[in-house]
């Protein structure tokens, strides 16, 4: 019944940009926090931004002035910037969304594949 969609992904060379998105059904939306995580081959699932039910936004240090995650929530809908992508950005991007409320509310995408060329 929870679904979390994301889309936006491809391929793209370095220095270039793309915008993901994600759509969430099922959920009271504005009541979720949502975030934006990634995962390369061989690593664990890192966190790229988080943002609050009312709009505040939270990145990884190191992705701090390229990425900008927003949300609308009359839409249902997350979406995440990348400007200035390098080939270390090459990962599955997933949806989360996690409710502050209620234990046990952890959602996850199906992800989207991003692929930066040198």
């Known amino acids: 019944q929870v679904r979390l969609v994301e889309s936006g992904g491809g391929l793209v060379q370095a220095g270039g940009s793309l915008r993901l998105s994600c759509v969430a059904s099922g959920i009271t939306f504005r009541m979720y926090t949502i975030g934006w995580y990634r995962q390369a081959p061989g690593k664990e699932r890192e966190l790229v931004a988080t943002i609050t039910r009312v709009g505040t936004p939270n990145y990884a240090d190191s992705l701090k002035g390229r990425f900008t995650i927003s949300r609308d929530n009359t839409k249902n809908t997350v979406d995440l910037q990348m400007n200035s992508l390098k080939p270390e950005d090459t990962a599955v991007y997933y949806c989360?969304?996690?409710?502050?409320?209620?234990?046990?509310?952890?959602?996850w995408g199906q992800g989207t594949q991003v692929t930066v060329s040198s």
């Open positions: 989360n969304a996690v409710s502050p409320f209620t234990t046990g509310s952890d959602y």
